[in-house]
């Protein structure tokens, strides 16, 4: 069982459509981030939530709205995307920020193909 | 300039070469500095960290030069599965860890 699970981990939705990506981990950290990650591209990063809480917004569209219930989960509601939001989303967790260590653990990733 | 610079590659090399990768990164005050590794299809993972003084591990050869801004990554005795894209990350203003867009190795037989 990996650290961080994410479900869906592929996902074809319509410029319409409503969806959300759900994250999970279960190793204990207290920091949870979403990055999105394009072909030829560097991980950008999207969103940080440190103890629930956001930390961290990189001027991300308002038609991506994380949500955060507690530290283990984060969620990523999608909604009137467009094609070039079609991208590898990438959550992550680890403890404090990671940034001593640079250590973050990451899901596989939710594939998001946007008609 | 971006933040965090790779050569994109892909390097091929045969089994058994030693390949070497660099990174340049543009705030001369980042303070720390890591490779991950990320398989086809897979996630990133943290390989190692880079320290002042450069470091080792196995076949992988770590090391910072913070007068030209660069770190870099050795790999000796290519395995096949050493075949990978490996990213270079920074620890930029102190709090925010940025990604390079990654190199891609690729080691034949």
């Known amino acids: 069982e990996t650290g961080v699970t994410q479900t869906p981990r592929h996902l074809v939705m319509g410029m319409t459509n409503k969806k959300s990506l759900k994250c999970e981990q279960h190793?204990?950290?207290?920091?949870m981030y979403w990055y999105k990650q394009s072909a030829k591209k560097p991980l950008e990063l999207m969103f940080v939530y440190n103890f629930k809480e956001q930390t961290e917004n990189n001027s991300v569209p308002s038609r991506f709205s994380p949500e955060c219930p507690n530290s283990s989960h984060l969620f990523l509601h999608l909604h009137t995307l467009q094609p070039e939001d079609s991208a590898l989303y990438l959550c992550a967790s680890s403890q404090d920020r990671g940034l001593v260590t640079g250590e973050l653990f990451f899901g596989e990733g939710s594939r998001l193909t946007v008609l | 300039r971006k933040e965090v610079e790779q050569d994109p590659g892909p390097f091929n090399v045969p089994e058994g070469a030693t390949v070497a990768f660099n990174c340049t990164y543009s705030n001369s005050a980042s303070q720390s500095f890591f490779w991950y590794r990320q398989d086809c299809r897979k996630e990133p993972k943290l390989l190692m960290s880079?320290?002042?003084s450069g470091n080792e591990d196995g076949r992988f050869t770590a090391q910072l030069n913070r007068a030209s801004q660069y770190i870099s990554l050795l790999i000796r005795d290519s395995k096949l599965s050493d075949s990978a894209t490996y990213l270079c990350v920074v620890n930029q203003y102190g709090n925010k860890l940025v990604f390079g867009a990654g190199t891609i190795l690729r080691v034949k037989s």
């Open positions: 190793l204990g950290h207290n920091a």
């Open positions: 880079v320290y002042s």
